[in-house]
């Protein structure tokens, strides 16, 4: 992986890889070990694509064989494309045997006897293209259209026109959460077949598409052949591997992933979680097109029993099995699950009758493997759910132990000053507002959670909401942040209308949060956190996250260096953890990450929801000194916060919410003394005890 | 690797000298060429049941050619493949396919059988064709594969090698429709199918027909053969107040059709093709529900069924199970290509798939549904579609479709 | 036929459906509205609840298709074997939720609905490969006596399946609603944690949603072979998937709503059929069941789910 060298001056191991060698048995590891360790993957690789190539060769010339593997191949890239809607976006689609169908029939009706409109003039342009030829009518005299569209040139346009399908089902179902999801999606995989069995004009009908053309190459048909079928299938399985793997390491699939983690998270930190997943569903559904003119070409013929419901799962228990998420597992998965029923289990029955006879056994002898298939399947669904639930080869990669020096936590006291953290903060403080809010409401149902409140952050000021429990405090973060709504008011940021814009666009304007009851990737690493933050303030597309211009290998280098600059905040806290996953790691750790995170997004103001909750007193005076220096640099900051020593600490302006209402405001030791505050904390009969112990 | 013969020797011959032969990796009888036949059906998934009456018939009769020493000097050897995957949940056209290159990757393949399904034996015949080797066909019907505008893309070598023991969708359904308009006087048809090819296939020329005879085509619907519940559609019809009800599929449906058309319609004039010929109809839908029912069968009507009804008792007294239709066919499909094999061996040639396709198109084998012979496409010769009706006996077996189906004419031709 | 009998008669024909509908509905509205997991076991424990009934009514005696019992014998025998039926079907249910699911209840993801995929096929096949593919003719122990109501006709299985039904649905809602299970059920469905901590013992209460599902599902088996007098190992699939359309449709984790939404998609199904085309009938539903989620992702009644942010 190119993103490898880039981690800068860290000591953790190369992003984004992923291979069977690490999970390999010691006996393998201390066999290769003379090879060095950025080598063996590149081996691994080559050893892999000779085998490919060579494969057609090795075997006796059974025809059959070569074409089971075909069939695999084209297995294995429905697998990669519902890897990247279900494995990386987590968007589980139980219907995406549609898509199949979709580029199958585009490619069938554009080469079969089926859609024969009468010829004239117009068609002649097509003619010219190669697209189509005038044929005798089966009736009359006259002459109709027969379409002879390219192969090649058929394969982006079912992936497009997958995609567009993929969006059109996708759409209706972005609001629908997992499950929901999955029904629907089954629901249009149902409804496709039955469209393509009841359309027959332009399908057929049940009775399959007749005379679909064999792919050309300079003039020569495959014909028949099945090598040159297994060769295109190969390719097309490498491709995709390739694709699948650039876009995992890119913003794109950095995206899907926050999307899978924390739906509400990635809209925090700027994912446009629409375009996203529709994103998912449409290159997922690419893939899938192309797979069907692959093999509507190979076969030469559908019918709509081939992309039923039955299809769908298969191709989900062959990511299962494989490992969901893990672009080598899916495709070995799909290899292992489609050779077992079209090759395997039919020469295991074939030997266990032999078997049977040389044994006289009549139960051997009787015995069938291939009827037990889904039987099999079945099993292997629930046993790889219950004891191996990341597959055979797991998305995640096993982390390598800190060494004693990195796992020994540096105290940094004072806050920092060694760092320039250039681009972040740098306000001046001029007294003009950065964050004003208006007269905001919040009502569920009944309930008034904020009622009419009033705030104003000044610029590069550091300003605190304190209240109780059920105050407000965090329903007033998720307003500014779009989570929840509105029902009055105005907030306006820099003099800009922030209400109406989605959560993601207002991390764009530069306000980011973090969450208190944190809403971390929890499978992703901390770099990998850092980075989808960034998101907005990268520019990666998908054509340029496939082809790595130097451009994006620039940008993403940026990008690393400045997470790691980040970081550093915190001294050496997080940043041998850089590649570890979030989920591993110690709470205090994990609210540093939600901090950094944040502030990787280059904000102009931070809003900190209760930072500092569940640290030790070590830590949080820790903390509160590295937030300290970060309004020091001229950053603004909106800090909800409980321990009052903190507050009074780093805020300028202390605003107290009680029941949605704002009941004080003022300089931090006016608003302790205020004796509403008191009483809204501490109840009226404990008021007096409290006004003795402060 | 070990092939498939291993499995055709089980029970293509005794015990012992297959383990003797499947161990030597030499034929069982030494003294014998051994001719292997492939068969290609759909023995797992939403199929399997008919699929494996098919394959039990087929090797009834190839090993009954083998203890009567049918083709002197030669042995028969079934190679069973199947075409259903679980990822299809049924028949699957790529598997099929794959199947073809099995039978034509093996050069002792000299003949083959199957498939059952017409959207298998399209993805077969490019590679049949191609490899030079002629199937069978017991049970798929649609017209394409056969007709001669489609040569290049199911023949693309030139010689037929698609031959059937059935009848095509051609002709049940306009047979069907000449004896409904011409004998039983109907004038107005509501028209359901299964949406399985076969039945779409029938129910569409049935259409065709009906309206050309001038039958009112009150209304043409599909139905899910997994659901359980027509009665809706039933209702419907049963306010539009047809005639007659023609119903294009097989019995997973057609039992329902018929058992829930009886409660909502008793008097009705309903019929069906061969699908709905066969003991498991009269099992599923049950008297009286399937009292009156019109089946047609894509063959003569034999006036001496003694050799049918033997068949029938043997099949059931060995697999336990009663014979279908397409055990029949089947039956019959095997009986056609050993007497092709005969013939070849008979006039001192080797054994190839060149001489079996040869001698298959000049067949005319006594069967169990008559003559067979084909035309130069490979489809039947004979294209009698005969008609017959429920009718209770209830002195025999309510199942048994030789008693309980009877007779009445050959169907008007088009 | 006058058009209004016409109507009448596909109302009727809607209903009947709809009733096998709403029993399997309430399966997965329980299960969902506690685990917010979508079961796919529960088509094939429907499935399998038929065969049990067929062959508990075989060991009666009752196999062909002949009336040999008649009156309250009749009457004892089908509640035994309605007895027998849900009894195993709701172990089957527990047994199912035991072993495969409970191990996979705090994981996130579509984890316990993939497993539920997998025991589906598991039993599906476990039924294929044993007793075969061929459709089996179900005992037919009713009378056939049928009502005139105008030009539309009312059989009295239909009426049966009505009753028992209702009753199955009404002593469901009467123990959500009333006993202290059913009130612990209810607590486990808003807030498992909080029910945990208030002494509600969570295993025990998933363990009898997926005990009463199974056995309204194994009841709905029994009651669809009574009815069509056949089954076969494929009658899960297509009335699971509207069975679970019309929970989604009356709000999911709703109890009346899954009754209500049951008898909807019966209705649908019936007047779809009559005005566009059977061929079409899953076209239909699904379209139905998007718009729904789409315009009311609550369902018609409001769903009853966990509410997990």
Redesign the interface.
């Known amino acids: 992986m190119a993103n490898g060298a880039t981690t800068g001056t860290t000591t953790a191991p190369p992003a984004g890889t992923e291979t069977g060698t690490i999970t390999a048995p010691s006996l393998l590891t201390r066999s290769i070990a003379w090879i060095p360790e950025a080598r063996r993957r590149q081996l691994g690789i080559g050893l892999l694509i000779v085998a490919a190539l060579a494969f057609p060769y090795l075997i006796?010339?059974?025809?059959?064989d070569v074409?089971?593997m075909a069939?695999a191949a084209a297995?294995a890239t429905l697998a990669l494309g519902l890897n990247i809607v279900?494995g990386f976006a987590?968007l589980?689609d139980l219907g995406y045997a549609a898509f199949f169908a979709i580029g199958a029939y585009t490619y069938g009706i554009l080469t079969a006897?089926q859609l024969q409109p009468a010829w004239n003039s117009f068609w002649d342009v097509f003619q010219f293209l190669g697209l189509a030829s005038p044929v005798p009518a089966?009736v009359g005299t006259g002459m109709v259209v027969h379409f002879t569209l390219s192969f090649w040139l058929a394969l982006p346009l079912a992936a497009a026109l997958a995609s567009f399908f993929g969006v059109v089902f996708g759409l209706?179902?972005l609001?629908?959460r997992?499950?929901?999801l999955?029904?629907?999606t089954?629901?249009?995989g149902?409804?496709t077949p039955?469209?393509v069995?009841?359309w027959?004009d332009l399908t057929n009908?049940?009775?399959?598409?007749?005379?679909v053309a064999a792919p050309q190459l300079f003039g020569w048909s495959f014909?028949?052949n099945?090598v040159p079928y297994y060769y295109v299938a190969i390719a097309m399985v490498a491709m995709l591997i390739f694709i699948s793997i650039r876009l995992r390491d890119s913003r794109i699939g950095r995206a899907w992933m926050a999307i899978r983690e924390d739906e509400i998270a990635a809209g925090a930190m700027g994912v446009d979680r629409t375009k996203f997943k529709l994103l998912a569903f449409a290159i997922g559904a690419a893939f899938a097109g192309m797979t069907g003119v692959f093999?509507v070409a190979?076969?030469?013929?559908?019918?709509p029993?081939?992309f039923?419901?039955?299809?769908s799962?298969?191709i989900?228990?062959m990511i299962?099995f494989g490992g969901i998420g893990s672009v080598w597992g899916v495709v070995l998965g799909a290899f292992i699950l489609?050779l077992l029923?079209?090759w395997w289990l039919?020469?295991l029955?074939?030997?266990t009758?032999?078997l049977g006879?040389?044994v006289?056994s009549t139960i051997l002898?009787k015995a069938?493997f291939?009827?037990?298939?889904?039987?099999i399947?079945?099993?292997?669904?629930?046993v790889m759910?219950?004891f191996r639930?990341q597959g055979l080869i797991p998305a995640v990669r096993p982390q390598k132990a800190l060494t004693f020096d990195q796992q020994h936590a540096e105290i940094r006291r004072g806050g920092f000053s060694d760092l320039k953290l250039q681009g972040l903060g740098g306000e001046v403080r001029t007294g003009a507002a950065a964050l004003e809010i208006k007269g905001v409401t919040v009502r569920f149902g009944g309930l008034v959670a904020l009622n009419n409140v009033d705030i104003t952050v000044p610029t590069g000021s550091v300003v605190a909401v304190i209240g109780p429990n059920g105050s407000g405090k965090s329903t007033l973060f998720n307003a500014i942040t779009a989570l929840v709504e509105a029902d009055e008011g105005s907030i306006r940021f820099h003099g800009e209308e922030m209400i109406g814009l989605p959560p993601h666009v207002i991390l764009a304007k530069g306000i980011a949060r973090t969450f208190q009851n944190l809403r971390l990737f929890p499978n992703l690493t901390v770099m990998d956190n850092a980075l989808v933050s960034q998101h907005t303030r990268l520019k990666t597309g998908v054509l340029q996250a496939i082809f790595r211009p130097p451009s994006t290998r620039a940008e993403e280098k940026a990008a690393r260096e400045w997470a790691m600059e980040v970081f550093s905040i915190f001294g050496n806290r997080l940043v041998p953890r850089t590649e570890q996953m979030v989920a591993g790691l110690s709470y205090a750790n994990r609210r540093r990450i939600e901090i950094a995170r944040a502030l990787a997004s280059r904000p102009r103001i931070l809003l900190l929801d209760e930072p500092t909750a569940g640290m030790n007193p070590a830590e949080t005076l820790e903390l509160a000194e590295q937030i300290k220096s970060l309004n020091d640099l001229g950053l603004t900051v909106l800090l909800i916060e409980h321990k009052l020593d903190v507050v009074t600490r780093l805020a300028d302006t202390v605003y107290v919410l009680d029941h949605g209402d704002v009941i004080a405001s003022g300089k931090p030791d006016e608003v302790r003394k205020n004796e509403e505050v008191l009483r809204a904390y501490l109840g009226r009969n404990a008021q007096a005890a409290a006004a003795g112990a402060a | 690797m070990i092939t498939r013969r291993a499995a055709a020797q089980l029970v293509a011959t005794t015990a012992v000298t297959a383990a003797l032969g499947a161990a030597a990796g030499t034929p069982a009888r030494a003294a014998n060429k051994v001719v292997k036949i492939g068969l290609d059906a759909s023995l797992t998934g939403a199929d399997a049941q008919s699929a494996i009456k098919v394959k039990d018939a087929t090797q009834m009769a190839f090993d009954a050619a083998n203890e009567g020493n049918a083709v002197p000097g030669y042995t028969f050897e079934l190679v069973i493949l199947d075409d259903g995957t679980a990822t299809a949940g049924q028949y699957d056209p790529a598997q099929a396919a794959t199947n073809a290159r099995k039978m034509v990757s093996d050069k002792d393949v000299v003949g083959a059988l199957g498939p059952q399904m017409s959207g298998a034996g399209k993805a077969m015949t490019p590679i049949l064709s191609q490899g030079g080797l002629a199937t069978i066909t017991p049970s798929s019907t649609n017209p394409d594969i056969t007709n001669p505008k489609f040569a290049a893309q199911y023949r693309p070598a030139g010689k037929p090698i698609y031959f059937r023991t059935v009848t095509t969708d051609a002709f049940q359904g306009p047979n069907m429709a000449n004896f409904f308009a011409e004998k039983l006087n109907v004038k107005s048809v509501y028209i359901l199918d299964d949406s399985g090819a076969f039945g779409v296939g029938v129910a569409d020329t049935f259409q065709a027909q009906a309206e050309k005879k001038g039958m009112k085509v009150l209304g043409r619907d599909r139905l899910d053969p997994k659901a359980p519940d027509y009665t809706t559609i039933l209702t419907k019809i049963k306010s539009l107040n047809p005639d007659a009800l023609y119903f294009g599929g097989v019995s997973q449906a057609g039992v329902k059709v018929a058992k829930q058309s009886y409660d909502i319609m008793p008097k009705l004039i309903r019929g069906g093709p061969d699908g709905t010929y066969g003991s498991d109809f009269l099992a599923g839908g049950g008297f009286p529900a399937v009292e009156g029912w019109y089946s047609t069968i894509a063959a003569p009507h034999l006036i001496d069924d003694t050799k049918a009804s033997q068949f029938v008792t043997a099949f059931k007294g060995q697999f336990g199970m009663g014979a279908d239709d397409y055990s029949i066919t089947a039956y019959d499909a095997a009986l056609v290509m050993i007497d092709a094999v005969k013939r070849v061996a008979a006039s001192g040639k080797p054994v190839t798939r060149e001489a079996v396709q040869a001698a298959l198109m000049t067949s005319k084998v006594p069967t169990l549904q008559g003559t067979i012979s084909f035309d130069e496409n490979g489809d039947l010769a004979d294209r009698t579609v005969s008609v017959f009706q429920i009718t209770k006996d209830a002195s025999k077996p309510l199942d048994d479709s030789s008693a309980q189906y009877k007779y009445l004419a050959v169907a008007p031709q088009s | 036929m006058t058009y209004t009998d016409l109507l009448l008669q596909q109302t009727i024909n809607g209903l009947s459906l709809g009733a096998m509908y709403s029993l399997l509905a309430l399966g997965f509205t329980l299960v969902y509205g506690i685990l917010e997991l979508i079961n796919f076991s529960h088509f094939n424990v429907f499935m399998i609840g038929s065969f049990v009934a067929m062959w508990t009514l075989q060991m009666f005696g009752l196999s062909g298709q002949d009336v040999i019992l008649a009156g309250l014998p009749l009457a004892g025998v089908l509640l035994v074997a309605f007895v027998v039926t849900m009894g195993f079907c709701g172990g089957l249910g527990v047994v199912i939720e035991r072993v495969t699911l409970r191990p996979l209840r705090n994981v996130k993801g579509p984890a316990a609905m993939i497993t539920s995929i997998g025991v589906s096929y598991i039993l599906f096949n476990i039924v294929l490969l044993t007793v075969g593919a061929d459709s089996k003719n179900f005992p037919n122990p009713l009378p056939t006596i049928r009502y005139q109501i105008g030009g539309a006709t009312l059989d009295f299985r239909v009426i049966l399946i009505w009753v028992i039904a209702l009753l199955l649905m009404g002593a469901l809602y009467m123990f959500v609603q009333r006993s202290r299970l059913g009130r612990a059920m209810r607590a486990t469905a808003q807030d498992q944690e909080a029910a945990r901590m208030m002494g509600v013992e969570v295993d025990k209460v998933i363990m009898m949603a997926f005990f009463l599902g199974s056995a309204l599902a194994g009841a709905g088996g029994m009651i669809f072979g009574l009815y069509y007098n056949f089954t076969s190992f494929i009658i899960g699939f297509t009335a699971g998937l509207r069975a679970f359309t019309a929970a989604v449709l009356g709000g999911i984790g709703n109890v009346p709503g899954a009754m209500v939404g049951g008898m909807l998609i019966g209705l649908i199904e019936a007047m779809g059929g009559q005005f566009i085309a059977t061929a079409w009938t899953d076209v239909i539903i699904f379209s139905i069941l998007v718009l729904v989620l789409v315009f009311k992702p609550s369902g018609l009644f409001g769903r009853v789910a966990p509410n997990k942010s």
């Open positions: 006796d010339s059974n025809d059959a074409d089971s069939n297995y279900v987590g589980l006897y089966d209706p179902t609001r629908l997992g499950d929901y999955a029904i629907v089954l629901g249009f149902e409804i039955i469209v069995r009841n027959s009908g049940a009775a399959g598409l007749n005379g014909g028949v099945s093999y190979k076969l030469q013929t559908a019918t029993e081939m039923g419901f039955p299809v799962v298969m989900l228990v299962v489609q029923q079209s039919q020469d029955t074939q030997w009758h032999v006879r040389m006289n002898q069938d291939v009827q037990s298939i889904e039987l399947f079945g099993i292997i669904l629930v759910m219950l639930r």
